[in-house]
């Protein structure tokens, strides 16, 4: 009796943490543009330039935090090349110093993700 009792306890709590759903978003997160299969980013426009926030996933087995962090930052440079290309407009590239990267590594030990945020401004 009591295996049942415990059983049917477990069940229930099983079966409340499945049902229970994570909160909504805060309101102020933008939707993430596609930039390749590795990459995605959001762009808001400021007077001076815009503000680019960008998370990118390593394809291949990276082990130095100064490796990830200069690959990710080339992918920055990237993608705001290719916005200013589209608006027409030459920019000045922010310093790698300016562009602000926080990795995060995998169990294995290998860099998996890279979140970076960079200022970059429009050229007068």
């Not at 009591?2 to 997160?29: E, F, H, I, Q």
């Not at 590795?38 to 400021?46: G, K, L, M, P, R």
């Not at 330039?49 to 990710?72: H, I, K």
Request: hydrophobic residues 40%; contains cysteine; proline residues 6%.
């Amino acid at each position: 009796m009591k295996t049942r009792l415990a059983l049917a306890a477990t069940a229930c709590l099983v079966a409340a943490a499945c049902s229970t759903t994570t909160p909504p978003p805060p309101a102020s997160t933008r939707q993430m543009s596609t930039y390749d299969m590795s990459t995605e980013y959001t762009v808001e426009y400021v007077a001076d330039g815009f503000m680019l926030t960008m998370n990118y996933r390593y394809p291949d087995f990276v082990l130095r935090r100064s490796t990830a962090e200069a690959q990710c930052r080339t992918v920055a440079t990237n993608i705001a090349n290719n916005l200013a290309e589209r608006r027409q407009r030459p920019i000045v590239m922010p310093e790698a110093q300016q562009i602000r990267t926080v990795t995060e590594r995998k169990w294995t030990g290998a860099v998996a993700t890279c979140a970076a945020v960079a200022h970059v401004v429009w050229q007068k």
